[in-house]
């Protein structure tokens, strides 16, 4: 299992959220996504490369942070 926590800038609201989580989906179906609006910060536990979920954010039109 992969560990990835990021920061991403761009997240504004619960859309943001939503689509942000479809796109991480999109490539692990069973992938799990915890974010923070408050704290931008994302943290995903995905079976993909940490590379394969930043590609999929950004994709998705969101600036990943390390």
Do not use: H, N, R
């Amino acid at each position: 299992m992969t560990t990835l926590s990021v920061t991403v800038p761009d997240m504004a609201c619960g859309a943001c959220v939503s689509t942000i989580t479809q796109a991480v989906q999109a490539v692990d179906p069973s992938a799990e996504v915890k974010t923070d609006l408050g704290s931008k910060a994302v943290d995903i536990t995905a079976s993909v490369t940490a590379e394969a979920l930043t590609e999929a954010i950004q994709k998705a039109g969101y600036t990943v942070q390390a």
